[in-house]
């Protein structure tokens, strides 16, 4: 069992920035990719992020292109950067993991192996 725990979340102001950390912990895989979905109130969980297991490949929803930004700081711990904040960012943001050896792509909610609790991201007009 591997065990996602997400930090950083807050409540900002439009134009703003803030930078969500995720941590890995327990039994995890050499090939543990890494990523983010979020879930704004009454809309259903969607995907925001990923990047592949060895932090060469990232990949990213267009909503989300040329203000995000994913790093692996370590095997066991990402980050996603968040700058130019809308308030259409407002959402609980989750951290997800999977077990593949593939590139980073566009994940599907049924794709991902592993859960964070959440962390709460309130960006207001």
């Known amino acids: 069992q591997v065990q996602l725990v997400e930090s950083g979340g807050g409540l900002v102001q439009a134009g703003d920035s803030l930078r969500l950390s995720c941590a890995a912990s327990?039994?995890?895989?050499?090939?543990?990719?890494m990523g983010w979905f979020r879930q704004a109130p009454g809309k259903d969980r969607e995907f925001v992020a990923a990047i592949s297991w060895s932090g060469d490949s990232t990949y990213y929803a267009d909503p989300v292109k040329g203000r995000f930004a994913i790093s692996r700081e370590t095997v066991k711990k990402v980050s996603l950067q968040m700058d130019t904040l809308k308030p259409e960012d407002t959402a609980v943001y989750y951290c997800a993991a999977r077990i593949t050896t593939s590139q980073a792509m566009d994940w599907k909610k049924y794709e991902v192996d592993f859960w964070g609790q959440g962390t709460q991201v309130t960006v207001s007009s």
């Open positions: 327990g039994r995890t895989f050499s090939t543990l990719a």
